[in-house]
């Protein structure tokens, strides 16, 4: 359980790896697909380049970012002593 006095500081942390976790994925769904279509003259597996790396990168982008979320915010429950251990 947060103390009184914590929460402020707690969720103003959350707050801010929520939003260092949302910008290099939205950075890379606006960039990525420009890029697509210079890449798209050369084929990868019968699919045109930019296609295969605008799929797949974003998919790869994600699960990168989100594990990158979960572990962050799991430090941050641990320092204000929110974490589901004991």
């Not at 914590?6 to 606006?30: C, G, I, N, S």
């Not at 420009?34 to 890449?39: D, K, M, N, P, S």
């Not at 019968?46 to 699960?63: R, S």
């Amino acid at each position: 359980m947060i103390d009184w006095s914590e929460r402020k500081r707690y969720w103003r942390d959350t707050k801010w790896q929520m939003v260092a976790t949302l910008v290099p994925f939205l950075v890379a769904v606006l960039l990525l697909p420009l890029y697509a279509e210079a890449l798209n003259a050369r084929p990868v597996f019968g699919m045109p380049l930019g296609y295969f790396v605008v799929c797949h990168g974003l998919l790869v982008i994600a699960t990168i970012v989100m594990a990158s979320f979960v572990n962050r915010q799991d430090a941050i429950d641990h320092w204000h002593g929110a974490g589901e251990d004991p």
